[in-house]
């Protein structure tokens, strides 16, 4: 279904989908299905725990069913209110414009930004590892759906974000 992008259609009624900033309700109402929005991990493979979202008229056979799916391959997973970016998505990419406005703006460098978030926060990978590992192009979306459904300009990308088509950010240390 183009309007979704990259997701999969489980049954002739479930769509699941990785959260583009979208809502599981814009989603369902663009697709006509039960869709269901799982949140960003930066490694699903040794994830243990994951938050979902599912359209308001989803059907408990199909929540059933996607509990069931995620659950061969995550041991904790839980539904949380249907909202913009849910969780996860929402804080990196949020945490990831921050700090290209910050180096942008010439107040730090890239490095400076890692080293702080690894040495000092105590992140296990550094902002510019995450945005590396998410993808500009899902970062970019995530924060572009996520001020439209927020009205909110603090969502609004970073220009480089915007321009830039490297996967990495081409921005000066």
Not at 94 to 100: A, C, F, M, Q, R
């Amino acid at each position: 279904h183009p309007v979704l992008g990259r997701f999969i259609q489980v049954n002739d009624s479930l769509a699941v989908k990785i959260t583009d900033g979208r809502t599981a309700n814009q989603l369902a109402d663009l697709a006509g299905l039960d869709t269901f929005v799982i949140d960003v991990a930066l490694n699903y493979a040794n994830t243990a725990f994951l938050v979902a979202a599912h359209s308001q008229q989803a059907t408990e056979t199909n929540k059933a069913l996607f509990l069931t799916l995620l659950h061969a391959v995550i041991p904790q997973v839980e539904f949380v209110k249907d909202s913009p970016g849910l969780i996860v998505a929402r804080v990196l990419s949020s945490l990831i414009n921050e700090s290209v406005i910050m180096v942008e703006s010439g107040v730090c460098s890239r490095e400076d930004i890692d080293i702080a978030a690894v040495a000092g926060v105590n992140y296990a990978d550094g902002i510019f590892a995450w945005l590396a590992q998410l993808g500009q192009k899902n970062v970019k979306s995530t924060l572009d759906n996520m001020a439209q459904l927020l009205h909110s300009a603090r969502y609004y990308p970073h220009y480089s974000l915007l321009h830039t088509t490297r996967p990495e950010l081409a921005v000066a240390p």
